[in-house]
């Protein structure tokens, strides 16, 4: 049952990401993405100074860079046209007859590369705050392990319902902060470790609540 469940969260999770991430390409403009990033900038640079910012651009601006090359490399649409002439000008005709299907197009592909660019510097973002993360998480670990084991040693009761309650709210805050990174909006910069903070209390108790074998 609870294997069931589980996979059906995530089928959910998956939907909900697709339809979110679709949802920005398909209806949230250009003009409102670069908006948004620039608000969201400010905030960082704000709560976290411009130091912090110009690295997180940085680091951002390395991987879109080489994701592009990778991905686009220096090809254009007329690149993928036929070398045949006749068939060349039959394709060029068509674009022109269905102009407002190209241009439709052109602006959801920089509405994409610019969300692209926006859920990088949030990947950036998140990484910086690692070594915030990194002892938090094993501290929770460390402090779950050591009440287990006291529990052991004094027949403590762990309990099955704080255990599974734990490892859902770490699933679920798993699937926000993931939501976080494709959401349309601009965020505050202590998003994710706040939801870090959660993680780490979620597995600290889901730990020290893990059934006792006799």
Do not use: C
């Not at 991905?71 to 068509?94: C, H, I, V, Y």
């Amino acid at each position: 049952m609870a294997q069931k469940n589980s996979s059906a969260s995530m089928w959910i999770f998956i939907i909900t990401a697709f339809a979110v991430f679709a949802l920005s390409l398909t209806v949230v403009t250009q003009d409102y993405v670069r908006k948004s990033s620039v608000a969201e900038a400010q905030k960082i640079e704000a709560e976290l100074g411009h130091s912090t910012l110009t690295r997180i651009n940085s680091m951002a601006d390395d991987w879109y860079l080489r994701t592009l090359d990778k991905w686009f490399g220096k090809q254009t649409l007329k690149n993928w046209m036929s070398e045949d002439q006749a068939q060349r000008e039959r394709e060029e005709r068509l674009l022109k007859q269905n102009s407002r299907v190209v241009k439709w197009g052109q602006e959801r592909k920089e509405a994409l590369l610019d969300l692209g660019y926006w859920i990088l510097r949030r990947i950036a973002l998140f990484l910086i705050w690692l070594p915030l993360w990194i002892p938090l998480a094993a501290l929770a670990i460390f402090h779950g392990v050591n009440d287990r084991e006291i529990k052991k040693t004094d027949f403590g009761y762990t309990s099955p319902v704080l255990n599974h309650w734990a490892r859902q709210i770490m699933s679920l805050v798993s699937m926000l902060t993931v939501l976080l990174f494709l959401s349309p909006v601009a965020i505050e910069p202590f998003a994710f470790p706040l939801m870090m903070g959660f993680w780490a209390i979620a597995a600290g108790v889901a730990i020290g609540n893990v059934q006792k074998r006799i």
